[in-house]
């Protein structure tokens, strides 16, 4: 395959950076995702486990991530040749966190296998139905990520609560609004907008706003006590304990829902892979779908291992790619620093452990960037000047009910949703899948035949 155009500061996916910037790279993919790790503890937390516990749990966690990072690197037979940080999954956390409040930590292992090994049916839904999935699904399912994931970004910046709490829909509602933490965040954006327009600058945008941002919220004490706390009770150094007891008891409705949200996770991971494909090369609807397929195959066998080894499936966060443009740094070359990285803090939990001191309003200006980023490519994608009249008005009505969906809280309120989970974000995932798939449909305009 071809590459784009050579264009400066540009680092496509088969680039080979100096070994320096590389490194960097690797640190800024971990800085921005790192603070999933809370998704860990909040497990942790709902699931009565023990400081030990939970230590082993990240530890497991993230030695899978290390190995689903690397395996989705590969050319072949499996692998996108391409590079997305995999790391705990938030497509996964609602639908496993209420297996763990009902069933206990064991069911996590057991229902993390199932949602993998849905996953891995999942390409056969990607090869069967491959003519829907087009580039404008993939820039549909982009723009819905990119509302849901501003929405998350704006509630982490004026209402710093922390991500956990915010995924689960939770103490947003009564938190109350900070001026000075809000100022913080909304200087962060401003300067990894100022490092986007240095293109010197571009590649590290993400990691000098992090940095500059967790600093001055250091100084002022904008970092929870709770989360310096669990930081100061976490050990330096422990050894991963493997091989724990797998639970596979579930209701029928348990079921249906973890395989749809590994059917789900597929459906994503084919615009994410689409969309960093189109920005690489000229002639990427080449072997587009059989890189989705061996990238969905990787994932689901990370996820798989992950979960009978003891620790909480991985899969590139939504934002990734959203990351990847805008610091213009794809190569391929990084998922080796990343993995490298996540290999050592598996073992240092207390590195790992040190990225939830990151101040939420700092992660919520790098969000509202990569939401922001993710609804401006979609629109490129999608492309409206060539949709027919009709299909110019289902995908009108798909974006506003995704926004809807989205951004409307009180839709997460509605007693009949919890047939499925008392998860808000998880509701918004199933609307999601069937929105793509009905307003994705190849419409044509019926034309009057002159008599």
Request: proline share 4%.
């Amino acid at each position: 395959m071809k590459n784009l155009e050579r264009v400066p500061y540009r680092l496509f996916i088969n680039s080979k950076p100096p070994f320096l910037l590389l490194c960097i790279l690797g640190i800024q993919a971990f800085a921005k995702f790192g603070l999933l790790v809370m998704l860990l503890i909040i497990l942790g937390e709902r699931a009565h486990l023990n400081q030990n516990e939970v230590v082993n749990l990240i530890n497991i966690t993230f030695l899978g991530s290390a190995f689903t990072t690397l395996l989705f690197s590969l050319r072949s037979p499996i692998g996108a040749n391409c590079f997305l940080p995999c790391i705990a999954s938030v497509s996964y956390f609602a639908g496993l966190l209420a297996v763990v409040e009902a069933k206990g930590l064991s069911s996590l292992y057991g229902a993390g296998m199932i949602v993998g090994i849905a996953q891995l049916f999942g390409s056969f839904i990607l090869y069967f139905f491959r003519r829907y999935f087009t580039l404008r699904l993939a820039g549909l399912i982009f723009f819905g990520l990119g509302i849901w994931g501003s929405a998350l970004g704006i509630s982490e910046l004026f209402h710093p609560v922390g991500l956990g709490q915010i995924i689960l829909h939770g103490a947003t509602q009564n938190s109350r609004f900070q001026l000075q933490p809000a100022l913080l965040g909304i200087l962060v954006l401003i300067i990894m907008l100022t490092c986007m327009m240095l293109k010197r600058l571009r590649n590290v945008c993400v990691l000098i706003g992090v940095i500059i941002g967790w600093i001055i919220g250091a100084i002022f004490g904008f970092i929870p006590n709770d989360h310096v706390a669990i930081l100061k009770n976490t050990p330096w150094f422990t050894y991963p304990h493997f091989w724990h007891p797998i639970n596979f008891v579930f209701s029928l409705k348990a079921y249906v829902f973890l395989i749809s949200l590994g059917f789900y996770s597929s459906i994503i991971l084919f615009a994410l892979i689409t969309i960093l494909r189109k920005e690489n090369y000229k002639d990427w609807e080449a072997r587009n779908l059989q890189a989705c397929i061996k990238g969905n195959l990787a994932i689901s066998i990370g996820a798989i291992i992950t979960s009978f080894l003891g620790g909480f499936p991985a899969t590139p966060p939504h934002g990734s790619v959203a990351g990847l443009i805008a610091t213009q740094a794809y190569s391929r070359r990084i998922a080796y620093v990343c993995a490298t990285i996540l290999f050592i803090f598996a073992f240092i939990p207390k590195f790992a452990v040190f990225f939830i001191t990151m101040p939420a309003t700092v992660n919520g200006a790098v969000i509202i960037l990569m939401g922001g980023i993710m609804c401006a490519k979609s629109f490129k994608y999608i492309n409206f000047n060539q949709l027919s009249s009709s299909q110019l008005k289902a995908y009108s009505y798909a974006i506003i009910l995704l926004v809807i969906t989205d951004v409307t809280p009180t839709l997460y309120q509605l007693k009949f949703l919890t047939f499925f989970i008392p998860n808000g974000l998880v509701v918004g995932l199933i609307a999601l899948i069937l929105l793509t798939l009905l307003f994705s449909l190849n419409r044509h305009e019926k034309t009057s035949q002159p008599s």
